[in-house]
């Protein structure tokens, strides 16, 4: 008796299931990167704005000059004013405002209290 020889292969049922499952992993990796990308981006203005912000408290602290104002630094705008606790104490508000990628505006604040030598 003779046996048969028996090409053993993917079927084209096989491949198209794998070719599916493929391109199914490869768009939702595509989707994590877009993810990965917007959450850095927003990381990124985030800190830019804390450091915009520490930079603003600083510059009040330093000059003594606590009157309100507005500015815009990298597209980001700053607010802040400027409230009297007591005689020799003041309360400083600085909120950075900035619109991301999508259009969606966010804001970062930041509260301290500065001791002045006058009233």
Same mark, same amino acid.
């Given at each position: ?19 599916? $499952?493929? =391109?199914? /992993? ?6 994590? !990167?877009?993810?990965?990308? &917007?959450?850095?981006?927003?990381? *990124?203005?985030?800190t ?11 510059e ?9 104002? $507005?500015? =815009?630094? /990298? ?6 004013? !400027?409230?009297?606790?007591? &005689?020799?104490?003041?309360?400083? *508000? ?26």
């Amino acid at each position: 008796m003779k046996k048969l020889q028996k090409n053993d292969g993917f079927s084209i049922l096989e491949v198209m299931v794998s070719i599916i $499952i493929l =391109t199914l /992993s490869l768009v939702l990796l595509l989707n994590m !990167v877009m993810v990965a990308l &917007s959450a850095n981006n927003w990381s *990124n203005q985030a800190t830019m704005s804390t450091q915009i912000l520490q930079e603003k408290l600083e510059e009040l602290r330093t000059s003594m000059d606590l009157v309100d104002g $507005i500015d =815009t630094v /990298s597209n980001i705008s700053r607010v802040w004013s !400027v409230d009297s606790v007591n &005689s020799h104490l003041r309360r400083v *508000n600085i909120e950075a405002t900035w619109v991301n990628d999508r259009g969606d505006t966010l804001s970062n604040s930041m509260t301290t209290y500065i001791r002045t030598p006058f009233l």
